[in-house]
């Protein structure tokens, strides 16, 4: 699987846009590009997954470049709640997702 | 619909001892996999089931093993505990898992401290 790169941490104010960046410039084409996060001290949760197009579902937007080599995950309204480490995984077809260190996001009231 | 459940949610043992944890994964769902997470390692992936087999194997020694269930529930054993085997261990299932790209939904973990 491709690596991943992400800053360590990053702040938000309550209500903003919380824009998450992840670079993985080795992904093949065959290789999706997953967004988790975890909350401390519980399981990691799903939040969207692509593979070429842009994606949004209930939770976020995901915006892949057009050369695949990085990614945006979108939280379009940040609550506190948010705060967790989103974790930006690239996988291929071999059950097992590689989890980096991640991002600490924080969203500050 | 129910999400993934593992029982028990917090444990304690001493070293040598071994610990058996329990995973239910999301009906319908085929695959589970395990993970281990630890401050100083990060989340790492120990093994996967998908129809009672074990498809796939991290980089863990012998001392950790499971099973898979004609129902798709699953058990992982770790024998002869030691203290670095203290974590929060994870359990995911996936809907079919035999493309290999199905969505794994995590469970709330099971915190194992060995003393």
């Known amino acids: 699987d491709a690596k991943t790169t992400q800053p360590p941490s990053m702040d938000c104010a309550e209500g903003r846009a919380a824009n998450l960046p992840c670079n993985h410039s080795t992904i093949s084409g065959n290789e999706y590009v997953y967004w988790y996060r975890q909350i401390h001290s519980q399981g990691p949760q799903y939040i969207i997954h692509g593979l070429k197009n842009n994606e949004t579902n209930e939770m976020a937007s995901l915006i892949i470049t057009e050369d695949r080599k990085s990614s945006t995950l979108i939280l379009p309204h940040a609550t506190l709640r948010d705060t967790a480490v989103y974790y930006c995984i690239v996988r291929g077809s071999n059950y097992k997702l590689t989890f980096g260190k991640g991002t600490l996001l924080t969203v500050n009231p | 619909k129910a999400g993934v459940t593992q029982t028990p949610r917090y444990l304690i043992k001493t070293r040598g001892q071994q610990v058996t944890l329990s995973c239910s994964p999301i009906?319908?769902?085929?695959?589970v996999s395990w993970y281990q997470q630890t401050p100083g390692q990060g989340l790492q992936f120990l093994f996967e089931?998908?129809?009672?087999?074990?498809?796939n194997k991290g980089n863990f020694p012998g001392r950790f093993s499971g099973r898979q269930f004609s129902n798709s529930r699953s058990e992982m054993n770790v024998s002869t505990l030691e203290l670095g085997d203290s974590a929060l261990y994870l359990c995911a299932s996936s809907l079919d898992g035999a493309r290999g790209l199905e969505t794994q939904y995590f469970g709330p973990g099971t915190r194992l401290l060995v003393l």
């Open positions: 009906s319908g769902h085929r695959s």
């Open positions: 089931y998908f129809s009672e087999t074990q498809r």
